[in-house]
């Protein structure tokens, strides 16, 4: 399984970012797919879900409304579209193959990309 995580930066708040994730070692489409984010001294916290096909979507209540999740299976990608950013957005985020909506299939994280958002 691999894991890359890409699209991070420095953003002022109010901007947006859009993070790419490209996945491989598993069959892509039969998985739900999710971001994930861990805050300097905070753990690791769920952020997005998204369903095999694409048709459902589950977001963090802190994120709903300025997030979306999207996926692209011919590519085997997953994508994160963060609008209105604010400074508690600041993380490294991952994505990760889920075996239900919020919960990680294992405990590999891949390559996280660093989100930083200025106030």
């Known amino acids: 399984v691999q894991l890359q995580a890409s699209g991070g930066g420095l953003v002022q708040a109010g901007g947006s970012l859009r993070l790419s994730c490209a996945a491989s070692?598993?069959?892509?489409?039969?998985?739900?797919m999710g971001w994930f984010r861990q805050a300097p001294g905070k753990e690791r916290e769920f952020v997005a879900a998204i369903s095999g096909n694409g048709g459902a979507t589950y977001y963090a209540d802190s994120v709903k409304g300025r997030f979306t999740i999207s996926r692209d299976n011919a590519k085997n990608m997953v994508y994160l579209q963060m609008n209105s950013l604010k400074p508690e957005d600041t993380a490294v985020y991952y994505c990760?193959?889920?075996?239900?909506?919020?919960?990680?299939?294992?405990?590999?994280w891949g390559q996280g990309t660093l989100v930083t958002v200025s106030s």
């Open positions: 990760a193959f889920l075996k239900d909506w919020t919960t990680p299939q294992d405990d590999y």
């Open positions: 070692g598993r069959t892509f489409s039969h998985y739900i």
